[in-house]
């Protein structure tokens, strides 16, 4: 039973330029999340999705996008990378009234 | 969101129980109160959560005060493996969103 799987974990980008991280569950829940952590500092989170094929932006969605075309996976998107999104980032899952699983994250740097 | 308010960090010698306090003030009749932990270069982990009893499970004990404006993470022998950033946090009963404060850094000494 892997739990949340992020997919790269490593990633140096030039500004400008796009990707896409991945993540994967495989413990059927509903609820995925991707959140940002700066350095000292708290998870914030980007986006989230209740749903295959729904998603919501949370508290700090600019610059991000997000899709959910299947139920185990969460994909984020930087359409244009800057230095201002160099952070670690954490997907996790969860079902109702049940804790977060989170994902060893994904260190991304923007140059 | 409720906020809660945690001191920036402890210190604890090891094998000796550790009490890591959270005030939550404008706590409402429906959020629970949940712990998480974060290890160096990891991510969160579930601890503990509670409503209004004290909780207890293999990693930590949860006392929470009666008027539920503070409560207290009870780790009962402190190991190295317990140093970590310590996350109190308050989430609705319904509700899926977890607000992540800068939380307590734990440090255990041998």
């Known amino acids: 039973n892997a739990g949340v799987t992020q997919t790269p974990k490593f990633r140096v980008l030039k500004t400008g330029q796009s990707m896409t991280l991945l993540c994967a569950q495989d413990?059927?829940?509903?609820?995925m999340y991707w959140y940002r952590q700066d350095p000292g500092m708290g998870l914030r989170l980007i986006h989230y999705?209740?749903?295959?094929?729904?998603?919501a932006k949370g508290e700090v969605p600019d610059g991000y996008n997000v899709s959910r075309l299947k139920k185990q996976n969460f994909l984020l998107g930087l359409e244009s990378a800057a230095p201002s999104q160099t952070s670690v980032y954490f997907c996790?899952?969860?079902?109702?009234?049940?804790?977060?699983?989170f994902g060893d994250g994904t260190r991304l740097s923007i140059l | 969101d409720a906020k809660t308010t945690q001191p920036n960090s402890m210190e604890s010698n090891e094998e000796e129980p550790v009490h890591l306090p959270c005030n939550h003030s404008?706590?409402?009749?429906?959020?629970?109160i949940h712990w998480y932990r974060q290890l160096p270069s990891q991510g969160p982990e579930y601890v503990i959560h509670?409503?209004?009893s004290n909780v207890n499970n293999r990693m930590a004990s949860l006392a929470i005060a009666e008027d539920r404006k503070s409560s207290t993470l009870i780790l009962h022998r402190a190991t190295l493996r317990d140093a970590a950033v310590y996350y109190c946090?308050?989430?609705?009963?319904?509700?899926?969103?977890?607000?992540f404060g800068a939380g307590t850094i734990l440090r255990v000494k041998s």
């Open positions: 996790a899952s969860d079902t109702v009234n049940q804790p977060q699983h």
């Open positions: 413990m059927n829940h509903e609820y």
């Open positions: 999705s209740v749903g295959e094929g729904t998603t």
């Open positions: 404008t706590i409402s009749g429906t959020d629970y």
């Open positions: 509670g409503l209004t």
């Open positions: 946090i308050l989430r609705l009963r319904y509700g899926n969103k977890l607000v």
